[in-house]
């Protein structure tokens, strides 16, 4: 069985499956952890992916994957709030999901589905 969840992110595409193929489950489910314990030690304030990146030292490819992952198994949510990267871009704010409708009901239908 596949257990890669953000094949429906890259499509499948060849070099993101040999990649996610070179990588056991064991060490993806630890970045995972430690990505989700960053982003619930964040608090309300959240953490977006860059900023994952930076604090954690992960590739982009890494920490945006890992996102991706608990961000399917609605361990954690986009708050709706943007920061800026890097570079200047705005970037979505993900926090703890538990955390998050502790405080606010979901607003988007994305979080509503999530929930429901």
């Given at each position: 069985m596949n257990d890669d969840i953000t094949k429906n992110f890259h499509g499948g595409a060849d070099t993101s499956d040999q990649a996610f193929h070179g990588t056991s489950h064991e060490a993806r489910a630890a970045i995972r952890s430690k990505v989700f314990a960053e982003?619930?030690?964040?608090?309300?304030?959240?953490?977006?992916?860059?900023?994952?990146?930076?604090?954690?030292?992960?590739?982009?490819?890494?920490?945006?994957?890992?996102?991706?992952?608990?961000?399917?198994?609605?361990?954690?949510?986009?708050?709706?709030?943007?920061?800026?990267?890097?570079?200047?871009?705005?970037?979505?704010?993900?926090?703890?999901?538990k955390l998050w409708l502790k405080t606010n009901a979901p607003a988007t239908a994305e979080q509503r589905r999530l929930f429901d």
């Open positions: 982003i619930a030690n964040a608090g309300m304030g959240g953490r977006t992916c860059d900023e994952v990146e930076q604090i954690m030292s992960l590739t982009h490819q890494t920490a945006s994957a890992r996102i991706t992952e608990l961000a399917a198994r609605a361990q954690i949510i986009d708050s709706g709030v943007r920061r800026l990267t890097r570079s200047g871009r705005n970037a979505r704010v993900y926090v703890e999901a």
